[in-house]
T-cell receptor, first 114, second 113 residues
Framework: DAGITQSPRYKITETGRQVTLMCHQT?????MFWYRQDLGHGLRLIYY???????DKGEVPDGYVVSRSKTENFPLTLESATRSQTSVYFC?????????????FGDGTRLSIL | QKEVEQNSGPLSVPEGAIASLNCTYS??????FFWYRQYSGKSPELIMS????GDKEDGRFTAQLNKASQYVSLLIRDSQPSDSATYLC?????????????FGEGTQLTVNP
């Protein structure tokens, strides 16, 4: 049971570079989410997706782009990375959009932007 | 702005004691509440969910919900050093689409042998 996997686990890049974080789930969950976690802010939602080709902004979407062409994949792209985007990024999924559904998290990507 | 507040930490308890973690939320319409455990350097892991007023027990963990007071808590009985982690409270706000959750900042728990 692979569940939800993120890649890479660690990434170092420079300001201005484009970087894509990958998220893949094997549960066929409808909903997928991207969060960033920073000290003092907790988990903040960047983008989420209700199904293939349906995405919507979360709390902190600026500087990020997402796509979801297949149900199982939900990549997050930083088009021009900035130092303020140094963070730990978590992908999560939930089976449906019903209010009682918990979210299940991947192992995270630790991103450092120099 | 939907808010979820957790009691400030860090919280330190001796092994075998009861650890009490508290969370308040701002929207009376909230319907589902979750507790996640996050070990240092790891991802959040779901440990409890609660939807109705009252207590819900699962092993050494008890979640308590009081919707009138907009309060949810997690009790850990017979605390073990392996319980040392950050505990995140998450609340679903029904007017937001899908199963979106708002997370508190977490309470760091240390259980001392």
């Amino acid at each position: 049971d692979a569940g939800i996997t993120q890649s890479p686990r660690y990434k170092i890049t420079e300001t201005g570079r484009q970087v894509t974080l990958m998220c893949h789930q094997t549960w066929s969950h409808s909903y997928m989410f991207w969060y960033r976690q920073d000290l003092g802010h907790g988990l903040r939602l960047i983008y989420y997706s209700a199904a293939a080709d349906i995405t919507d902004k979360g709390e902190v979407p600026d500087g990020y782009v997402v796509s979801r062409s297949k149900t199982e994949n939900f990549p997050l792209t930083l088009e021009s990375a900035t130092r303020s985007q140094t963070s730990v990024y978590f992908c999560a999924s939930s089976e449906t959009g019903i209010w009682d559904q918990p979210q299940h998290f991947g192992d995270g990507t630790r991103l450092s932007i120099l | 702005q939907k808010e979820v507040e957790q009691n400030s930490g860090p919280l330190s308890v001796p092994e075998g004691a009861i650890a009490s973690l508290n969370c308040t939320y701002s929207d009376r319409g909230s319907q589902s509440f979750f507790w996640y455990r996050q070990y240092s350097g790891k991802s959040p892991e779901l440990i409890m969910s609660i939807y109705s007023n009252g207590d819900k027990e699962d092993g050494r963990f008890t979640a308590q919900l009081n919707k009138a007071s907009q309060y949810v808590s997690l009790l850990i009985r017979d605390s073990q050093p392996s319980d040392s982690a950050t505990y995140l409270c998450a609340v679903n706000y029904p007017e937001t689409s899908g199963s979106r959750l708002t997370f508190g900042e977490g309470t760091q728990l240390t259980v001392n042998p």
